[in-house]
């Protein structure tokens, strides 16, 4: 059974700061999904990485895909209050479908 | 218009009520999906519908139903639910049913079971 494990599980820090989230498997994933989901609300994605090793960047975020395509990060560069939420990550599994993971919730404090 | 919408967004039932969740996509997607999701739990995948058809079915109980009677609109039905089941069920769809593909979501119903 394919997992993905997030930490930390929950974050709370002042507008500026930094962050970074990780997520974790041993098993190795095609490609992996970020989504954001404020409350109320349903996730929506941020970013797809393919290629092991990659980086993209979306303004104050930057996504990186392991070189073994097992993990990924996400860095939030200076967070804003408006980047709170619960952040998600999902791979595409070798069963054709998408594993999440437990996510990690992000408080950014004014 | 958003591209996902689901109703109700709040339902409070009872363990012998009958209810059922909607959701309806606007943006011309053939796959269609429902998943649960409880705090602090990865989500979990209960249907998935490509073109209309079942594709996949996650050993959900019978007390949950589901119905996808065109690629635009999918139904969840209960009946005598459990407390367990309280949870917020999301909606999604995507172009196809492939794994990898964009899940575009709905705002969910938050569901207490009393």
């Known amino acids: 059974t394919q997992l993905l494990e997030q930490s930390p599980q929950f974050l709370s820090i002042q507008e500026g700061e930094n962050l970074t989230v990780y997520c974790n498997s041993s098993s190795v994933f095609s490609s992996l999904q970020w989504y954001r989901q404020e409350p109320g609300e349903g996730p929506v994605l941020l970013v797809t990485v393919v290629t092991g090793g990659e980086v993209k960047k979306l303004k104050r975020l930057t996504f990186q895909f392991g070189d073994a395509r097992k993990d990924s990060s996400l860095h939030i560069t200076a967070a804003q209050p408006g980047d709170t939420g619960l952040y998600l990550c999902?791979?595409?599994?070798?069963?054709?479908?998408?594993?999440f993971g437990q996510g990690t919730t992000l408080q950014v404090k004014p | 218009e958003t591209g996902v919408t689901q109703t109700p967004r709040h339902l409070v039932m009872g363990m012998t009520n009958k209810k059922s969740l909607k959701c309806e996509q606007h943006l011309g997607h053939n796959a269609m999906y429902w998943y649960k999701q409880s705090a602090k739990k990865p989500l979990e995948l209960m249907f998935v519908y490509s073109l209309e058809e079942r594709v996949e079915n996650n050993s959900v109980p019978s007390r949950f139903s589901p119905e996808c009677p065109n690629s635009s609109h999918l139904f969840l039905h209960l009946h005598t639910l459990q407390p367990e089941d309280s949870a917020l069920y999301l909606c999604?769809?995507?172009?196809?049913?492939?794994?990898?593909?964009?899940?575009?979501f709905g705002s969910g119903t938050q569901l207490s079971v009393l």
């Open positions: 999604a769809s995507s172009q196809d049913s492939r794994s990898g593909e964009k899940l575009f």
């Open positions: 999902a791979g595409a599994g070798n069963t054709g479908k998408l594993i």
